[in-house]
């Protein structure tokens, strides 16, 4: 009898009214404001629990009726963003995030809820601008020291997106994540938010229009992550990326893509990804990035005439081969080793005859240099497998670090025991030597 007692006792208890209120406040804070707000008719303790929660996220449309777009529909929504945001208590809002429908609230509706934003001390900001006339943004916003993410959408279809107010100076000392949606012209203030943040480590820049010669130069010593996401490039001929590591693009329609140049410091995935994008070159300029595979699944180049390879010769004779295999078009090929670079000893004696032949030395391949050639065991292999496969090849350079007197004759004695698969082979031979500077002969 005791044990039902206590057990009906226990039934009775709320156990989750009883919970502090800052986990309260943190559970409320994990769901969109509109079920956090109709918390409140639980009972008298969770009257106000509302009004501290952390996240406030007002993206979720069913609030309005989308079909009818009613004034009535409207004005509620209105309603309670205002009244959420009014009666906000917590001293910092850890995000605020909105979202609807591009045209159905005034600028000052939105710049208003902004500066609601400020004054709450906002860390992540996440809310479209797509006014009907001038644009104004508190400017407090640029000075915000709680801001560490900041999503702006602007629409610039209907006015000239210059018409945005920015103060004279952004100054966002924590702002480390900024994603910019520009549907027109990219505005300068675009850029000057991205100077104004010290500590920016991602950055995402999405642009439906550009000019035919924009620029964007981000001189960003901070950055970790770069998305880019341009519009079609129908006209676009000449392409140069590069920085510590690849950063994510999204490039459109590279067609006419006639000369391409990518250098990074260290490789990861996406270096991969931004090959495939610019697979329909016809001139390949790439620099080994540090930790880059033996071998990848690379994609075909099937307009590539010319491809510039820095710092593959020593390491990645694998790749060198990879790269042949996938161009089958390819008549001329520079591989340089880039001098002063540190090789893994293991990587450098990587090398094995393929049992295939690329079809471009077979019906191609015409002119190639390695250059800062070392004359290591498994260099003189390579060029022994080059000179007897490549049929149509007339040139073969090859440039060495410095010599010891001496040093030539015996490179040279090597390379004339080769057969050449090609009787209209010529090979040059450049050296540096000690104490006599740069020579060179040929190998007919």
């Known amino acids: 009898m005791e044990s039902q007692e206590m057990s009906s006792t226990s039934e009775n208890v709320d156990m989750l009214s009883n ?10 804070s994990l769901m969109p404001a509109k079920f956090a707000m109709q918390t409140s008719i639980l009972s008298k303790n969770w009257r106000y629990i509302w009004k501290l929660v952390t996240n406030l996220d007002f993206s979720d449309l069913d609030i309005i009726d989308l079909d009818t777009k009613s004034i009535d529909a409207l004005n509620c929504f209105y309603e309670f963003v205002d009244r959420v945001l009014d009666h906000h208590k917590a001293s910092q809002v850890n995000i605020l995030r909105l979202r609807f429908p591009c045209g159905w609230f005034s600028q000052s509706c939105v710049s208003k809820w902004i500066s609601d934003a400020v004054r709450l001390n906002v860390g992540e900001l996440d809310i479209p601008i797509f006014p009907r006339g001038l644009v104004e943004l508190p400017f407090d916003l ?40 520009s549907f027109g012209k990219p505005p300068v203030n675009a850029f000057k938010l991205i100077h104004g943040c010290p500590l920016l480590e991602n950055l ?38 590069g920085g510590t590591s690849c950063p994510f693009f999204v490039m459109k329609d590279l067609t006419s893509l006639v000369e391409a140049t ?89 090398w094995s005859v393929p049992q295939l032949i690329p079809t471009c030395m077979l019906k191609n391949l015409r002119t190639m240099k390695l250059a800062n050639c070392r004359g290591e ?12 496969n490549a049929l149509v090849l007339k040139n073969l350079t090859i440039s060495r670090d410095v010599l010891h007197p001496g040093q030539e004759m015996c490179l040279l004695t090597e390379l004339l025991k080769f057969p050449r698969a090609s009787r209209d082979c010529e090979i040059l031979f450049i050296g540096e030597y000690i104490g006599y500077g740069l020579m060179g002969c040929f190998v007919s």
């Open 19 to 28: 919970l502090p209120r800052d986990l309260l406040s943190h559970i409320l």
């Open 142 to 181: 640029f000075t915000l020291k709680s801001l560490k993410l900041l999503k702006l959408y602007v629409d610039g279809f209907r006015f000239d997106v210059d018409a945005l107010k920015f103060p004279s100076s952004v100054n966002l000392p924590s702002l480390k994540t900024l994603d910019i949606y």
């Open 204 to 241: 995402s820049l999405t642009v439906s229009w550009c000019s035919d010669e924009q620029d964007f130069v981000f001189n960003i010593a901070t950055l970790k992550r770069l998305k880019l996401d341009t519009p079609e490039c129908s006209s676009l001929e000449h392409l140069f990326v």
């Open 262 to 350: 990518a250098s990074f410091d260290e490789y990861n995935y996406l270096w991969l990804e931004l090959l495939q994008k610019i697979s329909r070159a016809k001139s390949l300029s790439l620099s080994k990035p540090d930790g880059a595979p033996t071998r990848l699944c690379l994609p075909k180049f099937p307009n590539l005439k010319y491809l510039d390879l820095k710092g593959f010769l020593r390491s990645r004779r694998l790749l060198i081969l990879q790269f042949l295999e996938n161009s089958s078009e390819l008549e001329r090929l520079c591989v340089e080793e880039l001098r002063g670079r540190q090789v893994i000893e293991s990587e450098a004696f990587c």
């Open 377 to 388: 065991n498994p260099d003189i292999q390579f060029i022994e497998y080059i000179l007897g």
